[in-house]
């Protein structure tokens, strides 16, 4: 079946530690984003990519990085430079950015102890 | 810039009742996008609708209804007969004509009671 994969589901990290959050797609899209949602906020962009070997800032990148090395996979590192890393990450493509809707991964729920 | 408001933060309602979620966007573009999405308690969001900027004919999905008025640069969404599996935080979101400022409102909570 056609759509996009988010690993794991849960994940728990100690304060300092580097992580990496696992997204996959195989509907062939374009467009890559990474989301960061807190309790009862609106969704935050972090990074979005257009096409491989390209990605941009989004709203609240600093902390982060991510690499769009092949067009089905956009992992996002959660560096120890993220003051409050403790959030719900959501994955999500589109065929092309702008006029086409994002389709949406289950999301990753990392908590740092 | 642009931005998307969601003035109900919260809404509750009873089975069967009718139910606006509102929507109010701004953008100095003359070309965009507009889109509700639904984000049930599992967390992950589920695409509903997209709306261009040219495109004002109202649109009506089974018991999902959207409203879109450039005058008032509104899209607002209406489910009638609202039933308990409708409870979920819909997001109303924003998009210019080349994916740079893709934007989502605050959302919605919507609980419907049975």
Redesign the interface.
Known sequence: DGGITQSPKYLFRKEGQNVTLSCEQNLNHD?M?W?RQDPG???R?IY?S?IVNDF?KGDIAEGYSVSREKKESFPLTVTSAQKNPTA?Y?C?S?M????????????T?LTVL | AQKVTQAQTEISVVEKEDVTLDCVYETRDTTYYLFWYKQPPSGELVFLIRRNSFDEQNEISGRYSWNFQKSTSSFNFTITASQVVDSAVYFCALSDNYGQNFVFGPGTRLSVLP
């Open positions: 467009a984003y989301y906020q609106g969704l962009l979005y257009q941009q719900f959501l999500a589109s092309r950015t702008g006029n086409n809707e994002q389709f949406f991964g289950p999301g729920r």
